[in-house]
């Protein structure tokens, strides 16, 4: 028996004004079914992530190291800060990072820069603004004896703030993002290297110019795409080599880079630190952790069964989007190593179509095997939500086909997908009821999206290699990579073969 709230989901909590909180507010109202839509954003203006603030040094010393668990909190009275920094520049192109119904600027550069991503949003925010209350805070989100939601918000600025306010919601979706909480790992000796040499050890969601590291001995420990950037941004103004640590290294070195395995030990004395390869740094400055952050919903903490014990991943959904024991709690964008925006569509298209009774789910016991099979299939942990390519990419299609299923009938759903891969049909499908559109379609990624989405790392290089003229780069075709090109020279390639 599939999964069906017989009672009319009438008004819904959206919890943050991000990207993906802002396509499900556009997607919900799309669907005409809801009275009541609210967005409870926790800063003053939209953009989530995207938002960025300067990061007071108070902040960075309230910071606990190691940080292991995601019920360890910075003060709270110190203000939301977003991992963004000044000089950062999108790793996605353009072109595949946005919404399907908006287009970035001509003029924007190929990879925007943080300041045109938060515009880019504001703009897409203008038709949803009256469902956002900002500087609100969620302090707790329980459910009801009647299967319903109690949301309880606080004024997030001293100058507004009074008692906490209490508000019921037939379906609650999550939309806070999840770079909250630093993940700092536990190494022999950290703690009192700590106490000893106090904020030398941060991480990168503190990290905001590489001004701060002029002169000094630094390791940035982790490669991924914000330990590489970030890295680079150092290294052009601290002692070099500046060292980066992580599990992975790879063989190449350079002289304003050495790469070394992971850390073993820190070694008060001396300010040394160890590596797993034996060797040892001396007179080390900083340490600057890019390891990523834990899942970590403290208004969710009463909710039984939880969705976060380690950290690692969220637990008890089905498809990284509905809480399996009752699905009118829902969680956008959870996912890593994806497109952040197209997932975030498709992820509402789903949750409104169910929500507004025009999409049903599995049962429990099926979407229960759903979480154990991901379980097995990835190893769990950090590891749940990660959807590498192709894996994103086919996941933004299945979730576009099942939501469109509600709109047509399975034939034309197949249709329509066989004709949006030839790239010859634009219409969007959208059901009518009662002479209504109702519904909005979510992207559809043909064979160019797959393409771009395959070579993006090595389009940003391209475009990195620029230097400063990487600013007039508009286009793929502008740092040399062209799909109609490409298409054509595997047609005839094809034909050659024949």
Not at 110 to 130: I, M, N, Q, R, S
Not at 137 to 156: C, G, N, Y
Not at 306 to 334: D, K, M, W
Not at 420 to 427: P, V
Request: glycine share 6%; charged share 25%.
């Amino acid at each position: 028996m599939a999964w069906k709230d017989e009672r009319k989901v009438d008004s819904v909590c959206i919890v943050g004004a991000g990207p993906s909180g802002l396509a499900a507010a556009k997607y919900l109202v799309a669907e005409k079914a809801f009275s009541r839509i609210v967005v409870f954003e926790q800063r003053d203006n939209v953009g989530g992530l995207w938002n960025h603030l300067p990061c007071p040094k108070s902040t960075k010393d309230t910071l606990p190291v190691p940080q292991t668990s995601p019920d360890d909190q910075a003060d709270p009275t110190h203000p939301v800060l977003s991992p963004v920094y000044e000089m950062l520049e999108t790793n996605i192109p353009r072109g595949l990072m946005g919404f399907s119904d908006q287009d970035w600027d001509a003029d924007c550069q190929l990879f925007p820069g943080h300041e045109t991503v938060l515009k880019y949003l504001e703009h897409y925010a203008v038709d949803v603004l009256d469902l956002i209350k900002s500087n609100t805070k969620v302090l707790d989100i329980r459910p009801t004896e009647d299967e319903r939601w109690l949301v309880k918000t606080i004024a997030s600025t001293e100058s507004a703030r009074s008692s906490p306010n209490s508000e019921t919601f037939d379906a609650v979706l999550i939309a806070s993002g999840h770079f909250d909480v630093p993940h700092i790992p536990s190494v022999s000796g950290i703690e009192a290297w700590n106490k000893t040499h106090p904020g030398s050890i941060t991480h990168s969601k503190f990290y905001r110019h590489p001004s701060d590291f002029v002169d000094k001995k630094v390791i940035v420990v982790g490669n991924s795409a914000s330990g590489v950037d970030i890295a680079a941004q150092i290294s052009s103004v601290s002692k070099m080599p500046l060292v980066q640590s992580s599990k992975s290294p790879s063989a190449a070195q350079s002289e304003t880079k050495l790469e070394k395995p992971q850390i073993t030990e820190y070694i008060v004395a001396g300010r040394c630190v160890q590596f797993a390869d034996g060797s040892v740094e001396r007179d080390v400055d900083s340490i600057l952790y890019c390891t990523g952050y834990f899942y970590s919903y403290p208004f969710l903490r009463t909710l039984r069964p939880s969705v976060v014990t380690s950290g690692e991943y969220v637990e008890n959904l089905y498809q990284h989007i509905f809480y399996r024991p009752c699905p009118t709690l829902a969680f956008a964008a959870l996912n890593q190593k994806i497109i952040p925006f197209p997932v975030a569509e498709a992820q509402a298209a789903v949750i409104s179509r169910v929500w507004a009774g025009r999409l049903s789910l599995p049962d429990d016991q099926e979407m229960k095997r759903w979480e154990q099979h991901t379980l097995e299939e990835t190893g769990g942990g950090r590891n749940f939500h990660v959807l590498k390519l192709p894996m994103d990419a086919d996941y933004i299609n299945m979730l576009h086909d099942w939501a469109i299923s509600a709109d047509q009938s399975t034939d034309g759903c197949h249709e329509q997908r066989r004709r949006r891969m030839s790239n010859t049909d634009g219409s969007k499908g959208q059901k009518t009821a009662n002479g209504m559109l109702v519904g909005k379609e979510p992207p559809f990624w043909a064979e160019k999206e797959y393409w771009t989405r395959e070579r993006f790392p090595d389009i940003k290089k391209a475009f990195q290699s620029f230097g400063e003229d990487r600013h007039s780069k508009r286009t793929l075709e502008d740092v040399g990579f062209d799909y109609e090109k490409h298409k054509q020279e595997r047609i005839a390639e094809s034909k050659r073969l024949l």
